[in-house]
């Protein structure tokens, strides 16, 4: 118990002085101003040369999405997340030692050219990224926590972080295992990172970017536009365009869906769902409705409260 108490201390001590360090001392190895520098960047060409002319500069929700970005990208690290994950951790290795495993890297890449490597984390996490995101929208519990990311109304660079933080959580815990096994360090993640951040704002963002041929590879806006579409087709009831960086799984899997480009396709949740616009209500929310179904599944399941295959007197 010791230890876990210690990886606590240490995940909020250490992340803390990471955070003061990122924005006190700039540099080129520096998360905090690259995030800056690339939404500033992406803005600005969004103001220049927008996609949907007629959107306001800023749009609806905009500072809303604005503080998704720091509160997902470095403020909930801060609160909670670095230091129960470092628990997490030290609890995995525990489990795994009691069978007598101390190391689960199963594919040594560290000999490989660097840029190979960089080439291999980022298509094995993209992959990941787009499992992890059809598991959204086909399952009902995971789904509640996804409505955050889709009820922006009106598309733009910064509604990539809005999301709600439970997504953090898991993304991050289904995608440990298998980075883990090929052992890639956090310089790579930093590139990686970066890379996927900017790919990201941009299929989010008000512009138009003619892929040409490579549209079966990378996703942009055109394309991840029809993945937030109001209304779905009868074809893809749960959702289509499910790729995070790259198009090429969508293809591949026949989970593509892109009959044009409309620029002023409606998109966001249905209309008839009432949904929060606040940061607390939308946090909240999710866990008040599958706390709602988890009750009146076993309210129908056992309508008397009795016990299961309890007889009644």
């Not at 930093?190 to 704002?201: D, R």
């Not at 893809?236 to 869906?257: A, E, K, V």
């Amino acid at each position: 118990m010791e230890k876990y108490i210690k990886a606590i201390s240490d995940g909020y001590y250490g992340y803390w002085n990471y955070l003061i360090n990122e924005i006190l001392n700039p540099s080129w190895h520096n998360y905090f101003y690259w995030l800056v520098g690339a939404s500033l960047v992406i803005w600005l060409m969004e103001i220049v040369f927008p996609w949907r002319k007629n959107q306001a500069l800023i749009r609806e929700h905009f500072w809303l999405d604005i503080f998704y970005l720091f509160w997902n990208y470095f403020l909930f690290a801060l609160v909670a997340y670095n230091a129960l994950s470092m628990v997490a951790v030290e609890a995995f290795n525990d489990f795994l030692g009691l069978f007598g495993i101390t190391n689960i890297v199963a594919i040594k890449v560290d000999q490989l050219p660097h840029w190979v490597q960089l080439l291999i984390i980022f298509v094995v996490r993209d992959f990941m990224q787009w499992a992890i995101h059809c598991m959204y929208h086909h399952v009902g519990w995971m789904w509640e926590f996804h409505k955050v990311h889709h009820s922006t109304r009106e598309m733009g660079f910064a509604a990539l972080l809005r999301y709600h933080w439970m997504e953090n959580v898991i993304y991050r815990t289904l995608e440990y295992i298998p980075l883990a096994m090929i052992g890639f360090g956090i310089t790579d993640f930093f590139i990686v990172h970066i890379f996927t951040l900017v790919l990201g704002q941009l299929g989010h963002a008000n512009l138009y970017i003619p892929l040409g041929p490579f549209r079966y590879v990378i996703n942009g806006p055109q394309m991840h536009l029809w993945h937030h579409a109001r209304e779905l087709p009868e074809s893809h009831p749960h959702g289509f365009n499910y790729g995070i960086s790259l198009s090429l799984w969508d293809f591949l899997f026949r989970t593509n869906y892109w009959p044009s480009d409309d620029e002023n396709l409606p998109v966001g949740l249905p209309d008839e769902e009432k949904f929060p616009e606040d940061f607390v209500g939308q946090t909240l929310v999710p866990f008040k409705r599958i706390f709602a179904k988890g009750t009146k599944k076993t309210s129908e399941e056992n309508p008397t409260g009795s016990l299961p295959n309890q007889p009644i007197n």
